[in-house]
């Protein structure tokens, strides 16, 4: 099996378009002799439509989670979550958490600000 670092990977999709209008014979003797290049053009473009797809998804989830677990733990204010954000299921079986000591960028509560600042005459 030749090596996949023998064959440019200059290979556009109008280059691989133009192999399949040939059909037949060149493109089963090009698969022949360059399968696994092929295969791994094909993983390489499925791999990417996924992470386009469930990257973004994953992080608006991400995002989500983070904004409820802001508002449950108080950081956010006094005010009320959106109303999809009500709309999804919460944990009340793990009670309500402090968001803020998972986080390694630490907001500060209005209580512990001023416990921080305060300083004893001496």
Wanted: glycine share 6%; proline share 7%.
């Amino acid at each position: 099996m030749p090596s996949e670092q023998g064959v440019p990977w200059l290979l556009t999709r109008s280059v691989l378009g133009g192999f399949f209008l040939l059909e037949a014979q060149v493109v089963m003797i090009f698969f022949f002799f360059f399968r696994v290049t092929l295969c791994g053009l094909y993983f390489l473009y499925a791999s990417s439509i996924i992470n386009m797809i469930l990257l973004h998804c994953f992080h608006i989830a991400l995002d989500v989670v983070h904004l409820i677990d802001m508002w449950e733990a108080g950081v956010v204010g006094s005010v009320s979550p959106p109303t999809f954000l009500r709309l999804l299921p919460s944990s009340p079986s793990h009670g309500r958490h402090d968001v803020l000591q998972y986080t390694p960028t630490r907001v500060l509560s209005q209580q512990e600000d001023l416990q921080r600042n305060y300083r004893t005459p001496g």
